[in-house]
Structure formats: C-alpha cells, structure tokens
C-alpha cells in the first residue's frame, strides 16, 4: 500500500515540475525545483493527513480529524506564497508566481488523496492557461512599467519634444529626472520611469525611441 503512496507524492512532484518549467522559461522567481517540492511536500502533507493514522483507529476515546493536517498546507503555502510578493517602483511582482505556487500545492494535495485524474488535469489547465495569457493578444494585454536612460543632445526643446513625442504614443510618464553629467554640457541624461499601454511592448518601444532625433542613446534598467 505505501508503494501507491510514494507514487501518489512522485506524480505530484513531477506535475509541479512542470508547472515550474513553465515558470522558469518565463524568468520568474519561483522555477522547476520550487514547484516540484512545493507540489512533492503538499501530496505528502495530504497522505499523512488521510492514512498517517490508521494505525490509532482502534484507540479508545479517541477522535480523529483526516482535514487538520491539510487544512495546515493551506496556510503554510499562503505564506510561503506571501513572500514572493513584493512592491518595485509603483509596481506589484510575484503575484502571478505566489498564485501559481499556492494552485501547485493545490494539485499536490488533490493527486496526495488519490485524485490522479484531477490533479494532472489541473496541471494541464494551468500550463495551457499560461500560455494562453502570455500571449501578445490586446484584449489579454495589461500596461507595464519600464525604466528608461536616455543620452539626448543639450538643445533648446529636445527634453519637451522626448516627452511629447512619449505621450503621443500613449506612454505614460512615472517618474521624471534630467541632470548633466561632467563637464560636457552639450548632452543631457533623462531617467525615464514608465508605463506602457497594453499592446505596446518593447520590441516597439526601442525603434520608436531610436527615431527620435535629439536621441543619442537608450539603456533598459533591468527591474
């Protein structure tokens, strides 16, 4: 009986795997080996809370709730998930990615309890479900923020005609800061925090820029 319950937790792991693959070609922060612990533990914490103790059934005034155990990964994964959240430049990240764990933990305990045909199903619906959301369709598409450095030529209107030409394309602009670097007064430095509108990514956003005459050089921060 214990070799169903090692192919239960296997199964689970090798779901999460999955779903963690997904996760790491996209760059986020939680990837392969997050998922599959996530999703190996929670198929774990499932078996034991359902079978961990048959062998105190016959125990006199006893009482015995299989749900507590489960119930607890529930909340240990919240909070877990709680930590990949984190606020950057007017931005929220790790949403996705604490989702996605918590859903993995989900899939573990439902292939833990036996449920195969649910939890693989479910690991299905959310690879496909990924894919689908990232993909470049504008009803799907939400605005992104961007930080910018620019290296523009020091003359009369070139920061206003950057900004204008910026918020004729829909770009908002976040943050704003021009200074003057060393002793060359003939270039300025512009950085650029943004927001992209929703179909506008930066595959268009650089040749757009690199149009703007008074542009010298553009530079993408790394979030």
Sequence with gaps: MEWDYLLRVVVAGLCGALIGY???????????RTHFVVALGASLMMVISKYGFQD?????NL???PSRVAAQVVSGV?????????????????????????????????IGSGLY???IGVTLVILI???????????????????LT???????????????????KGIALLSFHVESRGTDESELF??????????????????FIQEISTVKTIEVQPH
Excluded: C
């Design 22 to 32: 997904e996760r790491k070609n996209r760059m986020k922060e939680a990837g392969i």
């Design 56 to 60: 105190q059934i016959g125990w006199s």
């Design 117 to 119: 045909l649910l939890g």
């Design 150 to 168: 620019m290296q523009i030529r020091n003359e009369q209107g070139s920061v206003a005609y950057v900004q204008q030409a910026l918020q004729a």
């Design 63 to 65: 009482s015995l709730d």
């Design 190 to 207: 512009l950085d650029l925090q943004i927001k992209l509108p929703g179909n506008f990514g930066l595959e268009q956003l650089m040749p």
């Design 129 to 147: 479900a990924q894919i689908v959301l990232h993909t470049r369709y504008n009803w799907l598409a939400t605005p992104r923020t961007e930080h």
């Design 78 to 110: 919240g909070f877990l998930g709680a930590g990949m959240i984190f606020m950057q430049k007017q931005t929220v990240k790790g949403l996705t990615t604490a989702a996605g764990v918590w859903a993995t933990a989900g899939m573990g305990m439902a």
